[in-house]
């Protein structure tokens, strides 16, 4: 059973334009959603995190919403760079439950 | 180092054999995470640390694979009698403290590959 699932294995956007990514969750219980970029031989590195009392948080180019009632969470990012082109898991988490559970991951490509 | 530091970075063995993999996590950091990433896979979770203790198991997928973490630092995994299932991206993270919105920083992983 996916708790967390990402639909869409890739994304190619323009360098300059805004790249969205998805991701949609099942369990009401998930209380904090975080977004991780990975390149590749290298592990995961923590982007930008929400709280579910929240539904915006944002960090220089990166913006995070969560839309609870949808169980639905996207990353924006504008304007996108060459060096975004990464892979991005989206990761969910219920407090003192601990784990982290996360989506298959999306792989963005910034095209010059 | 600064960041969480595992080791090897990749081995490759056959299948039967044990392995251990370590992690050295975040000086200070008192929770310690193992995850695996499958080909084609998001990070699966396998077990956790708060200290010396693992308060929950549940990700480990058969009694082949163990976990210990001493003096509240380093942390090996071990899997016994390893089997080509096995062969994944095996991930490790730590966090200050439980209980918190402290985002769990990962390692570069150990690539493991079963022949």
């Known amino acids: 059973d996916q708790q967390v699932k990402q639909n869409s294995p890739s994304l190619s956007v323009q360098e300059g334009r805004i790249s969205i990514l998805n991701c949609d969750y099942t369990?009401?219980?998930?209380?904090?959603f975080l977004w991780y970029k990975k390149y590749p031989a290298e592990g995961p590195t923590f982007l930008i995190s929400i709280s579910s009392i929240k539904d915006k948080n944002e960090d220089g180019r990166f913006t995070v919403f969560l839309n609870k009632s949808a169980k639905h969470l996207s990353l924006h990012i504008v304007p996108s760079q060459p060096g975004d082109s990464a892979v991005y898991f989206c990761?969910?988490?219920?407090?003192?439950?601990?784990?982290?559970?996360f989506g298959q991951g999306t792989r963005l490509t910034i095209n010059p | 180092g600064a960041g969480v530091s595992q080791s090897p970075s990749n081995k490759v063995t056959e299948k039967g054999k044990d392995v251990e993999l370590r992690c050295d996590p975040i000086?200070?950091?008192?929770?310690l995470y193992w995850y695996r990433q499958s080909l084609g896979q998001g990070l699966e979770f396998l077990i956790y640390f708060q200290g010396n203790s693992a308060p929950d198991k549940s990700g480990l997928p058969s009694d082949r694979f163990s976990a210990e973490r001493t003096g509240g630092s380093v942390s090996t995994l071990t899997i016994q009698r390893t089997q080509q299932e096995d062969s994944a991206v095996y991930l490790c993270?730590?966090?200050?403290?439980?209980?918190?919105?402290?985002?769990?920083?990962f390692g570069d992983g150990t690539r493991l590959s079963i022949l």
């Open positions: 000086s200070g950091h008192t929770a």
């Open positions: 993270a730590s966090s200050s403290r439980l209980y918190s919105n402290q985002p769990q920083h």
């Open positions: 990761a969910a988490i219920i407090q003192g439950a601990q784990k982290l559970v």
């Open positions: 369990n009401s219980m998930f209380d904090y």
